[in-house]
Structures are given as C-alpha cells and as structure tokens.
C-alpha cells in the first residue's frame, strides 16, 4: 500500500502563493491547509480543483478552556467535509483548566468528529501531547475512537530532552493517525528544521513503524525552516522539492 504524502503550505514560507502551482509541478498532489472561512471556501475548492490537488487534513482551531469550544468545531468540521479531508489537525493546551475538564471537553470534540466522519489529530505540543507518555495518558483519559495523535517528528526534540522521534513514536503508534514531517539538528528548542534527510530524524525507521501498525498516512511535510535564515522563492521551493525527493529515495513516496 502506498503512503499518502501531501504537503503543509506552510512549508512555502513568505511564498504561499507559489504553492499550488509549484506542488503541482512536482507532483505532490495532497495538501493540509487551514479551515476556509466560509465565504472563501468555495474559492478554495476551485483552486484545489484548478490544480488537480486534494486536502488530506485541515487546520483547525480548538481552545479548550472555552466553554463553547466544542460547538466551535461544528463549521470547521462541515468546511473539512466540504474539501473532502479525513483528518482536523489540533493544537490544544489545558490553558489553565482542569485535567478533567480538559479530556471531558476533548471526548466533546470527539464525538464532533464522528458525527462528521472525521478524526481529530492532536499535535506534539505541550501540554496534552508533548510527548509518548503524556500522550498516553491523554489518549486513554479521554478514551474516543475519534481523538488521536499527530506525531510530529521534530517537535519531540523541540519540546523534550533526551529521547528520540523513534524511541517516542515506538511508544505511542497505535494511537497516531497522521504525521508532519519535520526535521531537526536534535536541539532542545533550537529552530533549526533543514530539509527532510539533512538532520537527525531516522525517518526510514519512523514509516517502518507506522506502516507495520497498517498507518500509511498522511504524513504531511512540515518544513520550518531555520532561524534567521532569509530564502528565496526559488530556495524555498527547491527545499519542498528536495524534501520530496528524499522521501522517494527511501521509498517512502
């Protein structure tokens, strides 16, 4: 089975407006965009459509300590339906509530999901999913089939000392459902995410893991770049292309 590979736009940096274009022409052909507004969304169909792409997940917005966070999700997981996305990336924080409170709200967010056939994919972010044994046991407090993990391959070294991406992902596969690739020099918050293959992340070891849990995607580029480093168009593009052809070289795409 073949791994679904798509591509965050904010991989493109300043050059977002490239994107579309330029994924084509490589023949990258699966994209995670942020929740259209709903007066744009159509705009965003035509535009996928133009371009022969399609959204795999989407970014979405969910503050757990507001009480109507929850229902804050409905419009975004209708506009995920819309585009045709399986997956509603998240990043949430406690924010200062309760533990409780937090999984109690999350199962809510769950159950959003299901009624809509979608899955939500909590990001390698503290405070919830910082890393395997926090994600842990935030997956089995809220305990729903619909509320998962996006492992993110840098961020465990980002947020974390002392572990790797493949002793972490080891522990928490059965739970991930979609993945940005990212890579890293290994420094603990250093800004420092070269292109796929130039840093320390093993990654032919990390689509062993998840293709041997049956897990084939998507596994979304997720280039950061490095800090204070200035690109041009053409640079920004040639690290999307090369970070592509890495993963071709590994047989992973």
Known sequence: MANIIACNLGSYGRYRAVAYEHLRAIGLTNVEIPVPTPDALQGVLDDLDRYGLKVTSVLGKCDLSNPACVEGLKPQAEAATRLGAKIVFLSVKTNGIPLSEAY???????????AAGLTAALETHPDLIQNASVALETMRAVDHPCVRVNFDTANIYYYNEGCTA????????????????????????????????????????????????????????????????????????????????????????
């Open 104 to 114: 109690e709200r999350l199962r809510g967010v769950g159950e959003v999901m299901a």
């Open 166 to 253: 493949v002793e972490e992902l080891r522990k928490i596969a059965p739970y991930v459902v979609s993945v940005h690739l990212k890579d890293t020099n290994g420094g603990y918050r250093a800004h420092h995410f070269p292109t796929l293959g130039q840093g320390v992340v093993d990654y032919p070891e990390v689509f062993r893991i998840l293709n041997g849990q049956g897990m084939y995607g998507p596994f979304t580029l997720e280039l950061e770049g490095i800090a204070g480093e200035q690109l041009s168009e053409e640079q920004q593009k040639a690290r999307v292309a090369d970070s592509f052809a890495y993963l071709k070289q590994i047989g992973a795409a």
